[in-house]
């Protein structure tokens, strides 16, 4: 699934979202794509790799139409939105056709914080059905360093529950 990422806030949650994908594999390429061809994708990829994320800043509906056709061509799409609130919902009606959208908004350092390896770690170990506990042990911490390790988790997807951690992180595609 290509990622559909749209950013309202600060350019640091730009940066985390850009490391995120980065981290996941996702060539990052300034710009949207020009080349689009209706039924053959978006023309060759740089470098011969097909995983890449365009990016560019939304401030206008003709940005907003060129985001989407990037997105119909097969690439995804790291959009830094700048733009009033009807074409902001019209962009992410658009892309939601295409696939789940990955919504950031805020200024705060929550926001920006990317996940570390270690935090995406224990998600995978919670994802296998291991108790804190297991996970504990098996991260060679104590069972307090892991509640506080959740917590950061939990804040950075705004959530309350591992559960809901869990869920947040396959769907924004960190696992």
Not at 29 to 54: L, Y
Not at 68 to 75: D, F, I, M, R, S
Not at 155 to 160: E, G, K, M, N, P
């Amino acid at each position: 699934m290509i990622p559909l990422v749209v950013v309202q806030g600060s350019e640091a949650s730009f940066r985390a979202a850009k490391v995120t994908l980065e981290r996941r594999g996702w060539l990052v390429v300034q710009g949207w794509n020009s080349t689009f061809q209706k039924g053959r994708g978006s023309g060759p990829s740089p470098a011969g790799r097909s995983k890449i994320v365009r990016t560019g800043t939304v401030s206008t509906r003709t940005d907003a139409a060129n985001a989407v056709l990037t997105a119909l061509g097969g690439q995804g799409v790291l959009i830094a939105a700048n733009a009033e609130h009807t074409v902001l919902d019209t962009l992410c009606d658009d892309l939601a056709r295409l696939g789940p959208v990955d919504f950031r908004s805020g200024e705060d350092q929550d926001a920006a914080r990317v996940l570390s390896d270690d935090d995406l770690a224990i998600l995978r170990l919670l994802l296998r059905g291991l108790t804190l506990g297991q996970v504990a042990a098996a991260q060679h911490v104590s069972r307090r360093t892991l509640d506080r390790r959740m917590a950061g988790i939990r804040r950075t997807y705004d959530v309350a529950r591992n559960a809901e951690a869990l869920t947040a992180a396959r769907r924004r595609g960190d696992l």
